[in-house]
């Protein structure tokens, strides 16, 4: 993003914008919307505002706390390291706050964000990250890994699908706790800096304890302004 660009979206390497969940049994409970707000403070740098989760709707839950709507928030950094026509690396790093009541979860994150084109029309992008509690480790907010990783294809330059998948766990006993998630989708370059698509996903396809009936359906969204 250039100097002085704002851009509402997702995650930048899968850019989800709205989530909707599709598991057997509780379709559409919840539907949220994990949006990222990123300011380019330079050419090199980005800063942010992001949701892992975010807004919810329609939660089933049967009181009106604000905690069920909203109930995480975290900020987050992208910095410039090496770049080619080939190749992008970016050091990602924040503070998320994984959970705001009743007891505030912080923790640091520290990963690499990278894009390499493997051919002609084709890019792997990968997001590895590293997360360590801050407090409450022993009641959910322990140390964790995610390692997710997407392949785009371009066969003209309005149209990207792409296929992914990775690992995630924590790192306690991830042996126990792994999921390896499925996903496939597309984004439509629409012009203007609007990037927009569709996706499905299976958080974990193939992990400990896999299943298919968890499921979920995404908008994905790229606006720049």
Request: aromatic fraction near 14%; glycine fraction near 14%; avoid cysteine.
């Amino acid at each position: 993003m250039p100097h002085g660009g704002f851009e509402l979206t997702g995650d930048p390497a899968r850019p989800l914008f709205m989530n909707v969940n599709m598991s057997k049994g509780s379709e559409l409970k919840p539907i949220n919307f994990p949006l990222d707000f990123l300011w380019g403070v330079t050419d090199d740098v980005l800063l942010g505002i992001v949701h892992e989760t975010g807004p919810k709707f329609n939660t089933g839950a049967k009181d009106s706390k604000f905690r069920n709507f909203y109930n995480d928030i975290g900020f987050r950094s992208y910095f410039y390291l090496a770049g080619g026509r080939d190749y992008e690396v970016a050091l990602d790093a924040g503070i998320p706050l994984h959970q705001l009541n009743p007891d505030v979860w912080v923790g640091a994150r520290i990963g690499v964000l990278g894009r390499a084109n493997v051919a002609r029309s084709v890019a792997l992008v990968y997001d590895p990250t590293l997360y360590f509690g801050f407090n409450d480790r022993d009641v959910g907010n322990g140390d964790g890994i995610d390692v997710p990783f997407f392949v785009y294809f371009q066969p003209t330059p309005t149209i990207a699908p792409y296929v992914g998948t990775g690992v995630n766990g924590p790192l306690k006993h991830f042996g126990d706790y792994f999921a390896i998630p499925l996903e496939g989708g597309v984004l439509f370059d629409v012009g203007r800096g609007v990037n927009i698509g569709g996706m499905l996903r299976f958080p974990n396809a193939l992990g400990k304890n896999n299943t298919l009936d968890a499921r979920e359906l995404g908008f994905l969204a790229q606006f720049r302004f």
